[in-house]
């Protein structure tokens, strides 16, 4: 069974909020648009989106790191958005598990965008129905796109390849690959949702230098003991004679 | 949570509206055991058509809480898994079942048909009874709203509602001069608002001993225990800092909590004690209409109280 996702990559995430915007930018003139805003150009602008970026600062100062945070539904393999819909319009569709709302059936009930521990469900004010992302299901399938471009606007846009998309369930997929060796996990395990998508975490790249290693030494290992050592100062002929 | 009025109106009148029922269902019970004093047609029909406005009132309300009204009919596809969908279902089938209750005594056909009013009653009663089930499911069932997931939660929308509802009960009984009755759902009344206060009281001390399962660990997957949020991603609102974030201060939701512990339980407690005492019967009405703005402010502050964990993603505007 195919369980598509995104897998984020926190590591190369630099905040610029491009898959944000491509986000709007497709899906408002797409299947799932308008998302409407409301006030956009006035004091208190509110609009609806599928994706948030949000920035996190971890640790104290000195010793902080910043972590840009992209939050986008978790199309989760138990999600707990759909069995409480009451008219069915909340669905995860078998064949490639993807959550999606159907528009034409929701009554703007918002009950299911509470039983979201994630927060990502946002209703639209103009069309009065649940929103949420649909990971481009019209663009993910569509025949008459070259096949690269068939995937996520979000993931197309990251100018930092941040953004992984694929199938979850296929172990040799790019996203399974990058989930295991990678150390992907996902947000809040504690209430058994299994968000499908995942993150991978922060790397700090680290040498391991011994001081041994700081001054120079030739024939470190002292193989051939018996030949008498130079002293430190000594100038070497790297690469031309056998001390 | 935001409360919402239209979901407070809905679960208070709807509540009370069964609480009525179940009260001179009672008393009917009552009558033909030979426990209870009479309980003339009248009365009953007079009773059963405030619930039945009551519970409409609600219904009507409900319909505020949608972004799309006109397609609320759909809302009953979904009963396996909904407990929305249940109560969606459960509502008009106890209304339907309420007004044929009402019909029955109000046309005579009761007198003539003792058993089969009495099983009407008992099918209404079960309706009724189910309905408390799906509103306080429909709040239950979600685990990650900490405050409200317990039986507690059953249980107070069930006892809040037969307090309310016994004491409306009262309120009519006082009213239409029967005084044996007032006394019976005088009893009755004071009863279940006993019962809900120790019930209410106990959830309020289990909410004041939650520990949030989430935290901003868990919430981005970051093992440090100092982590602050620097921007949500967005300096307007949107719909996730408008719907779940109460937006009042602590001091207003602990005032809140006051009135409703005091308007809701003492206060008429102690008017339909004197009422009934003293035979005063406006003093049973307006036990009612006090209680009925204590639940409200009980309401308010259920849904004030809950704490979403999706609120961890949005505490910092930039």
């Known amino acids: ?243 | 949570m935001q409360p919402a009025f239209s979901v407070l109106f809905l679960t208070t009148l709807i509540g009370a509206g069964q609480g009525l029922f179940l009260a001179l269902f009672t008393a009917e019970l009552g009558a033909d055991i030979g426990w209870t004093p009479a309980t003339p047609p009248a009365f009953l029909a007079i009773g059963a058509a405030v619930a039945l406005v009551l519970t409409g009132l609600g219904l009507v309300s409900s319909f505020f809480h949608l972004g799309r009204p006109e397609r609320a009919w759909r809302s009953a596809a979904r009963w396996r898994t909904s407990w929305l969908s249940r109560e969606v279902i459960v509502l008009p089938m106890f209304m339907a079942a309420l007004a044929c209750y009402g019909l029955a005594h109000a046309s005579g056909w009761s007198a003539a048909h003792p058993v089969p009013t009495l099983v009407l009653g008992a099918i209404t009663a079960a309706l009724a009874l189910a309905l408390y089930l799906c509103t306080g499911m429909i709040y239950a069932c979600l685990k990650f709203l900490q405050e409200w997931a317990s039986p507690l939660t059953v249980i107070n929308y069930t006892l809040l509602g037969l307090a309310s509802g016994s004491t409306l009960a009262t309120a009519l009984a006082a009213q239409t001069a029967a005084p044996a009755l007032t006394a019976f759902f005088g009893a009755g009344a004071l009863l279940a608002t006993a019962a809900a206060f120790v019930f209410r009281a106990a959830s309020l001390v289990r909410n004041a001993r939650l520990r949030p399962k989430s935290t901003l660990q868990t919430a981005i997957g970051v093992r440090h225990p100092r982590i602050v949020q620097i921007s949500q991603g967005f300096m307007g609102g949107s719909f996730n800092t408008r719907e779940f974030f109460h937006g009042r201060s602590r001091a207003l939701l602990r005032s809140v909590k006051w009135v409703f512990l005091i308007l809701a339980f003492p206060v008429p407690a102690l008017l339909l004690a004197t009422g009934v005492w003293l035979d005063r019967p406006a003093l049973p009405a307006l036990a009612f209409v006090l209680q009925y703005v204590g639940l409200l402010a009980e309401r308010w502050f259920f849904f004030a109280q809950a704490n979403h964990p999706q609120n961890l993603y949005y505490q910092a505007v930039a």
Request: proline fraction near 10%; include cysteine; aromatic fraction near 8%.
């Open chain 1, 1 to 243: 069974m195919t369980q598509l996702a995104l897998v984020i990559d926190l590591n190369v995430c630099v905040g610029c909020h491009a898959c944000v915007t491509s986000c709007k930018q497709w899906n408002t003139s797409g299947a799932a648009g308008p998302m409407s805003d409301r006030n956009p150009y006035g004091a208190d602008p509110t609009g609806t989106f599928f994706n948030r970026v949000q920035t996190f600062e971890v640790g104290e100062y000195p010793n902080t790191q910043t972590v840009h945070f992209p939050k986008s539904c978790l199309h989760c393999e138990e999600p707990p958005c759909v069995p409480v819909c009451p008219t069915g319009a909340s669905y995860k569709r078998p064949e490639d598990g993807i959550v999606l709302v159907d528009y034409d059936k929701c009554i703007g009930c918002k009950y299911c965008s509470w039983a979201c521990p994630y927060g990502v469900r946002e209703i639209d004010e103009q069309q009065r129905v649940m929103k949420k992302c649909t990971l481009c299901v019209d663009r993910i399938y569509d025949a008459s796109l070259p096949a690269a471009e068939r995937k996520p606007a979000c993931v197309l846009a990251c100018p930092t390849s941040a953004r992984l998309f694929g199938d979850v369930h296929d172990p040799d997929s790019e996203v399974s690959q990058a989930i295991r060796e990678r150390a992907g996990y996902a947000l809040m395990p504690e209430w058994g949702t299994q968000p499908a998508n995942h993150y991978l975490p922060r790397r700090r790249t680290t040498i391991a230098i011994r001081p041994e290693e700081l001054a120079r030494a030739d024939n470190p290992l002292k193989v051939d003991g018996k030949l008498p050592k130079p002293p430190l100062r000594d100038p070497a002929l790297d690469d031309v004679t056998s001390w």
